[in-house]
Every structure is written in C-alpha cells, then in structure tokens.
C-alpha cells in the first residue's frame, strides 16, 4: 500500500525562507531568510512508489511565479509587530462552500498529527497553525484520477504535474494570496488537495508544499516535507541515482560525504553526536553509507530516521537542525519589559519566556553584576527589599533554552539564548520610618523602631496620648513604614 512505502521526499533539500513571515523587521531571521535569487525556476521535488514498490522520487525545475514574488516584495515592506511564532498557514483546494467539514477534517487530520514526533512534539507550542478556507467551485482537483479531467478550483492545484503523474502541483500565487488574507503572519504554506490520490510537492524558493488530505500517508507526508523545507533536510533513501555519489559534500546537516570517524577527526556535521542514542529519536548515531539518491560514498547518520522511511523518528543530527530552525523564527523570551527599560526599585521587573513541552527554559538574573541564583527560574522580581542603594543599579535576565537535543553551541548562543537588561533607580528614601538611615525601608527598620519602643524613647512615640507607649504607637509607625519612601 502507498502509505508504507519508504520516505516522502517531496520538497528540496536546499530551502530558501522567502515565505511572508521572513520579513526584514524581524530580528533573528534564519541564514537564508533575506536570500533573494535571480533564478527564474525553483527546485520543486516529488515521490513516488516505482514498478518495484520502493519509493523513488526526483527534482524538477519549474518556474518561479512572478505574482508570487511580487506578492511577497509587497508584503515584506508592510509588516507589523514582530510575531514569535512559527506560522503554518494551511489553504484547502477543491473544497466546494459545502464541503468545508471536509477541508477542516483533513487538515486537522494533519495538524493533530504532525506533534506526535520529535522535536515538534517537544516544541509545538512554538508553532502556530492557521486554517483558510477557500471554496471552489467543484470539487476535486485536475487530472484526478486520470489526466484530462479539468475542474474549476480557486487554487488550480492539479496531478501530472510536469509529465509526472504524483506530482500535484498547485499555483503558487493563488496559494499564498489566499494565505495571506486569511492569516495574520505567514511563515510556510501548505497547500491541501480535496482528493484520496497519493500525490504531493515541494516547492524550495516559495516554502510551499501540497500533499492530498483524503490520502492515508497525508500526516507523514506534510511532517516529512517540512523535514525538507523547513529544516533544509536531506533524502536518506539511497536509489534513485548514481549507485556512487561522486558529487562535493551534499547540503543538509543530515547526510555527508565523510564516515563518522572522519567526522570526528575534522570537526564535521554530526561530530558532536556519534554513539548517542535519544528517546524518541532514531539512533544509535554513526555512518550509515547510503543516502541522497546512492548506495555508497555517501552517509546519513542514523538506520532508519524520518528522511528514510513513513512514520520512524528523526535522527539527532536532524531534529537538532529543525529546533536550530524553530529559533529563527522564535526568540526565547515571548513577552516582557523590553531591553533597556528604566524602572524603579519598588515595581517588579518581568518577562514571559516560551514554554516547549517537557521542559522549561533556564531564567538566571544578574544584580550589578553579580549573578544572584536566588531568582533562578523566576520570571518575575522585585528588589525592594533587595537592599540596594541610593542611585542606578543595572539588573539583567538571561534565558536560555538547554535542551539535550542542541550540541552546536555557537548556534546556541546565537539564537536559543536571550538576554535583556534594565535600569532599576533607588531614591533617597524620606520616610520617617526609614530609621537606620539606609534609604531602604526593611526589617532593619522594624527592628530598630521595636528597640527605641521597648527603651520607650521619645522617636518611637508617635500616637496619642503621648508619653504613654502601647499599640497606638506601633499601628502608627507600620503605618508610615507600609506608605514607603515616597508616599
């Protein structure tokens, strides 16, 4: 059956992030996000079972829309606020006005799915999914299920593309046009068939993909394609191409042309990550030879990840460049007081940080300087009490994303690594209550005011009938001392 044949390779390796979310107000866009080519074709792959039941695939080049392009050099200038989500914008096509259960079964068919493997599973909150619907006027798409039959569909997405029956194509321009009026942000397309047929693509410069939503591969289908577009991650399946990979070093952080042992000699791809085993990844990591279409000279890391087969996990090298992914387009810190902000001592200083599942990130504050581990993991402090002095005092927050599953540490400081510092002011304090002359209103004070009541001096003599100390003294001096040092 179609949908235990070996691995879905629809989309390219080599993803460049043109889509509607890279836009060039956002901070941390990923390597290739501001990447604009003069090319006027796109790599668009596509899979397929051969005549012996193993999957089999190639690449196309077809053209780059240019309404797409201008479409996207439109909306890259009219951006609003940074938004801290990884956006995957779903559009149906060949869904009539009466068949929208149908698009939102499919598509959360999808969606309930695609969190089942690591390391989506562990950071679905970070994504955001978005469902648009979009009515045709008929139902189904061109040549299904054979070629000739034209329907009349708002996304004109068809099988045969290029001569290749499984290829299910779909206009590009249409797709994100429809995407973007339905979505707030936009980071990635996927482009859902209302048709049963095993089909799908991959488009590499527009972060598009099509998949078949009645189709029963269709979930590992749309995770395996993100795999590529996404992650810019590599086929693992070693056919379909020269039996001997004699090309340079291939793209993708999941295949190369050196054996692990040279890998850990000279400091390449998965180094960091040979003799590792994972919960719910695909291990133990080493060299497997065999990948990118060949039987030999070239290697994936582990037997039988994600890249390779339907429905088996990622690999650590490869779920390490998905998460290295989700941090482009997700800063640690969700929400809070923004870098920079001056703030006095007796208002709490805040932050949001983002919360994967199954762990949360390292909070850690720095006091001028000095990193006080009595805060560690709050998100929230207030440093009146703090005993600071009178004047300005930096304070800083660090938050970090730790997860086992990231060992590039240069990326990790660059992206899973947030910090944000603040100004926080202590003015002199002209309470009464401030006794011991600290400018800060503490236990000290209290104790102080006890020690001058019970020597029953005239300072803490402050309530009617005077000379006589009782509780009307003490309720008047908490009473200053709860007003603070500016009332």
Not at 257 to 269: E, F, G, L, W
Not at 274 to 303: I, K
Not at 362 to 389: C, K, P, Q, R, V
Not at 411 to 439: I, Q
Request: with cysteine; proline share 5%.
């Amino acid at each position: 059956m179609l949908h235990h044949a070996r691995t879905a390779c629809f989309v390219s390796a080599l993803s460049i992030a043109l889509a509607a979310g890279a836009a060039e107000d956002t901070p941390k866009q990923s390597k290739a996000a501001n990447e604009q080519t003069d090319a006027q074709t796109e790599r668009v792959h596509v899979c397929y079972p051969g005549e012996d039941g193993n999957l089999t695939g190639q690449i196309v080049e077809m053209p780059i829309e240019q309404g797409y392009l201008d479409l996207l050099e439109a909306r890259r200038g009219a951006r609003g606020p940074v938004d801290n989500r990884v956006d995957l914008v779903m559009v149906g096509d060949g869904y009539t006005a009466g068949q929208m259960a149908t698009f939102h079964q499919h598509a959360d068919n999808v969606a309930a799915d695609f969190f089942n493997y690591e390391p989506y599973k562990s950071y679905e909150p970070y994504f955001r999914i978005t469902k648009v619907e979009v009515a045709s006027n008929e139902s189904g798409v061109d040549n299904d299920p054979t070629q000739g039959i034209n329907r009349d569909t708002a996304l004109d997405m068809a099988y045969w593309g290029n001569g290749i029956e499984r290829l299910l194509i779909v206009d590009v321009t249409k797709a994100y046009t429809h995407a973007n009026a339905g979505a707030a942000d936009v980071d990635q397309v996927l482009a859902i068939a209302n048709s049963s047929k095993y089909g799908g693509a991959g488009y590499s410069s527009s972060n598009l993909g099509t998949v078949a939503g009645g189709n029963a591969s269709a979930v590992d289908i749309a995770i395996n394609e993100n795999g590529h577009s996404f992650g810019g991650l590599a086929d693992e399946y070693d056919y379909g191409g020269p039996v001997t990979y004699i090309a340079p070093e291939p793209e993708g952080a999941n295949v190369s042309t050196y054996d692990h042992i040279q890998q850990i000699i000279q400091s390449r791809k998965w180094y960091q990550w040979v003799g590792v085993s994972m919960s719910g990844l695909d291990g133990p990591v080493s060299s497997f030879e065999g990948a990118v279409y060949s039987l030999f000279g070239v290697y994936r890391p582990t037997d039988n990840s994600m890249m390779r087969n339907l429905g088996r996990p990622f690999n650590p090298p490869s779920a390490e460049k998905l998460i290295i992914e989700i941090y482009w387009q997700v800063n640690p810190i969700d929400d809070g007081l923004l870098d920079g902000t001056a703030w006095d001592v007796s208002d709490n200083i805040w932050i949001i940080p983002m919360q994967p599942i199954g762990h949360s990130l390292t909070i850690e504050w720095t006091i001028d300087g000095t990193l006080d581990h009595s805060f560690d993991g709050m998100s929230s402090i207030n440093l009146a009490n703090y005993g600071l002095s009178v004047g300005p005092h930096s304070v800083s927050v660090r938050v970090a994303d730790d997860t086992p599953m990231v060992r590039d540490q240069v990326l990790y400081n660059h992206l899973m690594v947030e910090e944000r510092s603040y100004t926080v002011h202590v003015n002199p304090c002209n309470s009464t209550a401030n006794l011991n002359g600290d400018d800060v209103l503490n236990l000290q004070d209290l104790f102080a005011f006890l020690a001058l009541f019970n020597a029953q001096l005239p300072e803490a003599d402050l309530a009617a009938p005077f000379g006589d100390f009782n509780l009307q003294d003490v309720f008047a001096y908490l009473a200053i001392f709860n007003a603070g040092c500016n009332p």
